[in-house]
T-cell receptor, first 113, second 112 residues
Framework: GNSVTQMEGPVTLSEEAFLTINCTYT??????LFWYVQYPGEGLQLLLK?????DKGSNKGFEATYRKETTSFHLEKGSVQVSDSAVYFC????????????FGKGTTLSVSS | EPEVTQTPSHQVTQMGQEVILRCVPI?????FYWYRQILGQKVEFLVS????????KSEIFDDQFSVERPDGSNFTLKIRSTKLEDSAMYFC??????????FGPGTRLTVL
């Protein structure tokens, strides 16, 4: 079946450091891939998405590229800020399986100044 | 900016009691979802709802769970007889039909 695996946290970085959060997936069809972010006390917000192989999603300085050959969708940011501290969730949606999102466990990012 | 709201933010109940978790989706959305996250585990899909009926459900969504849209604004999740293992964060989401789902802040359910 479909599944998402993302790197365990927490990830602790200093401001302006480079961020990578790894995400790999297993899917029977051709899924769309997402990164959601959850700030303290808030709901999950869509950060970026990619719907087909080699697409790059980007938003707020974050990027992720849909890599079919490695079944990966790693999240990167060149220079993190304290305000990026949050929990990040990788997710997929497989149209062949319905509209439900399948999530990874989430990775907590903590950025200090 | 429209948002999904959920009440209560935290619910404590005794094992065997019924609980109702409430959600107000974004007003012009047509698709509604419930997910849950047990502490330290993945966010898991429970059920989706469209056109006043369940469109998909997971294995978790057994007979003790039910959903309802009692009026034009609320979307509820009822757990008939809570178990200890139902303790989790429950997220409601809604969608206008595209791929993006908009999530509420969650209700933390604690079953004692």
């Amino acid at each position: 079946g479909n599944s998402v695996t993302q790197m365990e946290g927490p990830v602790t970085l200093s401001e302006e450091a480079f961020l990578t959060i790894n995400c790999t997936y297993t899917a029977t069809g051709y899924p769309s891939l997402f990164w959601y972010v959850q700030y303290p006390g808030e709901g999950l917000q869509l950060l970026l998405k990619a719907t087909k192989a080699d697409d790059k999603g980007s938003n707020k300085g974050f990027e992720a590229t849909y890599r079919k050959e490695t079944t990966s969708f790693h999240l990167e940011k060149g220079s993190v800020q304290v305000s990026d501290s949050a929990v990040y969730f990788c997710a997929l949606s497989d149209p062949q399986a319905g509209t439900a999102l399948i999530f990874g466990k989430g990775t907590t990012l903590s950025v200090s100044s | 900016e429209p948002e999904v709201t959920q009440t209560p933010s935290h619910q404590v109940t005794q094992m065997g009691q019924e609980v109702i978790l409430r959600c107000v989706p974004i007003s012009n959305h047509l698709y509604f979802y419930w997910y849950r996250q047990i502490l330290g585990q993945k966010v898991e899909f429970l059920v989706s709802f469209y056109n006043n009926e369940i469109s998909e459900k997971s294995e978790i969504f057994d007979d003790q769970f039910s959903v309802e849209r009692p009026d034009g604004s609320n979307f509820t999740l009822k757990i008939r007889s809570t178990k200890l293992e139902d303790s989790a964060m429950y997220f409601c989401a809604s969608s206008g039909g595209g791929e993006e789902q908009f999530f509420g802040p969650g209700t933390r359910l604690t079953v004692l």
